[in-house]
């Protein structure tokens, strides 16, 4: 079991930056791949960045690619996501997700993670 614990979102204007954090609970927190995933207002739950268990292969969306950085700390248990150039199409609650394996054709699907947590609102204004 996993238990995973969002922070860092908040309100900010287009153009800024901001860090989520998301604490896991847990010894085997360096075993699993972690993604970042957001939903906004009627829409669907989408795939943002993903990292790998050591922290040396990460993905992101295209939409993200260039702006945001995953990165994690396995002697913290914890993984970030830099978000710089806001903007306000960024707007949505912000879930990060455990996942015991992804391939490089899995690694964006939200099935292959099994644990989630509650999420972390961000709000970016123009």
């Known amino acids: 079991q996993v238990q995973l614990v969002e922070s860092g979102g908040g309100l900010v204007q287009a153009g800024g930056s901001l860090r989520l954090s998301c604490a896991a609970s847990g010894r085997t927190f360096s075993s699993y791949a972690m993604g970042w995933f957001r939903q906004a207002p009627g829409k669907e739950r989408e795939f943002v960045a993903a990292?790998?268990?050591?922290?040396?292969?990460?993905y992101y969306a295209d939409s993200v690619k260039g702006r945001f950085t995953i990165s994690r700390d396995n002697a913290k248990n914890t993984v970030y996501l830099q978000m710089n150039s806001l903007k306000p199409e960024d707007t949505a609650v912000y879930y990060c997700?455990?996942?015991?394996?992804?391939?490089?054709?899995?690694?964006?699907?939200?099935?292959?993670?099994?644990?989630w947590g509650q999420g972390t609102q961000v709000t970016v204004s123009s």
């Open positions: 990292i790998n268990w050591s922290g040396g292969i990460t």
């Open positions: 997700a455990a996942a015991t394996y992804f391939s490089s054709s899995s690694y964006s699907a939200r099935d292959r993670y099994d644990y």
